[in-house]
T-cell receptor, first 112, second 113 residues
């Protein structure tokens, strides 16, 4: 079955710096890719999703890159601020039933 | 606003007891999912449903049952709670055609003692 690896597990950056989180997956049939944010004590919130025909998507200071050849998905937070401190999860899926496979998460701390 | 509401928010259960976690969505979504989250791990799928009165096993269904009596409601049942089932449980819903856009509840923190 699909295996998703996410790194790094912990990331600290200074306010204004970039933060990059990377996920790799194993199933070449994977077609749906998402990033979620989890703030302390809360559920996961969808940040951005892309389909397999998209290489790059930018929204509100976030950039998602998809490299299907290398089976790699990345999230880049440009100019991070303290409000970005949270746990970030990648999620990938490939079936019509919409089952997503999640990475283990990255705890991001943005230092003022 | 689309919402997924879980109850209770937290619960302490005794080993061997029965636990029912409830999930209610007002999104008019067809698909609903139960995940568990353990420290240092991602979310793992327990059960899911794509239509009322039908449930499917996920990746870790052992020790859990699910019930989908209506489109809006999806319950997770632990008939004989065990210490290993201490975790945070998340319910999520998704509309048909939106394969990666889940709406999550706030989670239920379950402690089995």
């Amino acid at each position: 079955g699909e295996q998703v690896e996410q790194r790094p597990p912990h990331l600290s950056v200074r306010e204004g710096d970039s933060a990059i989180i990377i996920c790799t997956y194993t199933d070449s049939a994977t077609a749906y890719f998402s990033w979620y944010k989890q703030e302390a004590g809360a559920g996961l919130q969808l940040l951005m999703s892309v389909l397999s025909n998209v290489d790059r998507k930018e929204e509100q200071g976030l950039t998602v890159l998809l490299n299907k050849k290398d089976k790699r998905l990345s999230l880049n937070l440009t100019a991070a601020h303290p409000g970005d401190s949270a746990v970030y999860f990648c999620a990938v899926g490939g079936s019509a039933l919409g089952r997503l496979h999640f990475g283990a998460g990255t705890q991001l701390i943005v230092i003022p | 606003e689309a919402a997924v509401t879980q109850s209770p928010r937290s619960k302490v259960a005794v080993t061997g007891g029965k636990v029912t976690l409830s999930c209610h969505q007002t999104n008019n979504h067809d698909y609903m999912y139960w995940y568990r989250q353990d420290t240092g791990h991602g979310l793992r799928l327990i059960h899911y449903s794509y239509v009322a009165d039908s449930t499917e096993k996920g990746d870790i269904p052992d020790g859990y049952k699910a019930s989908r009596p209506s489109q809006e409601n999806f319950s997770l049942i632990l008939e004989l709670a065990s210490l290993s089932q201490t975790a945070v449980y998340f319910c999520a819903s998704r509309r048909q055609g939106s394969n990666s856009d889940y709406t999550f509840g706030s989670g239920t923190r379950l402690l089995v003692i």
